[in-house]
Nanobody
Framework: QLQASGGGLVQAGGSLRLSCAAS????????MGWFRQAPGKEREIVAA????????YYIDSVKGRFTISRDIAKNTVYLQMNSLKPGDTAVYYC?????WGTGVRNYDYWGQGTQVTVSS
């Protein structure tokens, strides 16, 4: 129901835009989030957006570089990633949930993940 795409290999300082398209149902009343998981590390939230678009959350390490947004008509959420660093390398997951929060447990539906690799 959630299909993430847009990952790839990019040099440090480059940009990528991840997309997460929902199908089968509408998630217009769900909060949306992007998580990432690097090898050997726990999954962590990167950015989140309330379902009405009134509030956003970013972890400190991506503030000013990443932007989360949504296109309600397309039932799609995006993560624009600029000034990428090797430390951003991870599998990125999109997720939606009814409860606003930054934990994995706040999200009910998950995409399959897309690999982002940033070379130095």
């Amino acid at each position: 129901q959630l299909q993430a795409s847009g990952g790839g290999l990019v040099q440090a300082g480059g940009s990528l835009r991840l997309s997460c398209a929902a199908s089968g149902r509408t998630f217009s009343s769900y909060n949306m989030g992007w998580f990432r998981q690097a090898p050997g590390k726990e999954r962590e939230i990167v950015a989140a957006l309330t379902w009405i678009g009134s509030s956003t959350y970013y972890i400190d390490s991506v503030k000013g570089r990443f932007t989360i947004s949504r296109d309600i008509a397309k039932n799609t959420v995006y993560l624009q990633m600029n000034s990428l660093k090797p430390g951003d390398t991870a599998v990125y997951y999109c997720a939606v949930g009814r409860d606003w929060g930054t934990g994995v447990r706040n999200y009910d539906y998950w995409g399959q993940g897309t690999q982002v690799t940033v070379s130095s």
